[in-house]
């Protein structure tokens, strides 16, 4: 069963399985190179941009959140989830472009917002959501990059999902001002890092050799 033609000729003792091996070998890295270069094969769909970036996944533009405040380990509201979200948008405006998708897990898979919903009293729909959101960007921020960044919803899968896109990097640094102390983030490979007063300084200066150290 092991690449032989005929087994009639050949036989079971010229079963060579090496060569088995070897073409399987073939087999499952071309598939796996399909599937890492989606993004530039016709079957994208050019027509939903926003799918095409929760199938190619994580990386150091794109960031899944499964939600702003729910937790799902705990079934419970949980506000320090909020300053999670707030630390990967600072990442994102320090670093450069990014889109953060609030609604999906790590693996990819779209849970959406419902459970968010649930936690909001007034609103409990994507306007209150919305709202939230801004609120704890112009907390932690104020307004001066509002002009940075847009908030939309997409439907997926009958699933609504949130979509941050950060449109460019900041002119100024950002800081966010957590339990009294400021802090500067920055994206790095498909992880949010702090860094030191010393290494936010080498990065501002564009030497970034330091990096490699820390992903």
Do not use: W
């Amino acid at each position: 069963k092991n690449l032989i033609e005929d087994i009639n000729s050949f036989g079971v003792l010229s079963n060579d399985y090496p060569v088995f091996l070897q073409e399987r070998g073939k087999t499952i890295y071309n598939a796996l190179k399909q599937k890492l270069e989606l993004i530039n094969e016709d079957v994208v769909s050019k027509d939903d941009p926003i799918k095409d970036l929760i199938l190619i996944g994580e990386n150091e533009k794109v960031e899944f959140k499964s939600s702003l405040r729910f937790d799902m380990r705990t079934a419970e509201l949980n506000r320090k989830l909020e300053f999670v979200v707030v630390k990967t948008i600072a990442g994102f405006l320090n670093k450069g472009n990014g889109t953060l998708i609030v609604g999906v897990d790590d693996d990819g898979d779209i849970l959406g917002l419902e459970k968010d919903y649930s936690t909001i009293k007034d609103k409990p729909n994507k306007d209150g959501f919305e709202l939230i959101l801004r609120g704890l960007i112009k907390k932690y921020f104020g307004h001066k990059y509002d002009s940075y960044l847009t908030i939309e919803f997409k439907n997926i899968e009958n699933k609504e999902i949130c979509i941050v896109n950060i449109k460019s990097k900041s002119s100024e640094s950002v800081f966010v001002n957590h339990e009294g102390q400021e802090k500067f983030f920055v994206r790095i490979g498909n992880s949010t890092q702090p860094l030191s007063p010393s290494d936010q300084s080498r990065y501002e200066r564009g030497d970034e050799g330091f990096l490699s150290d820390i992903i």
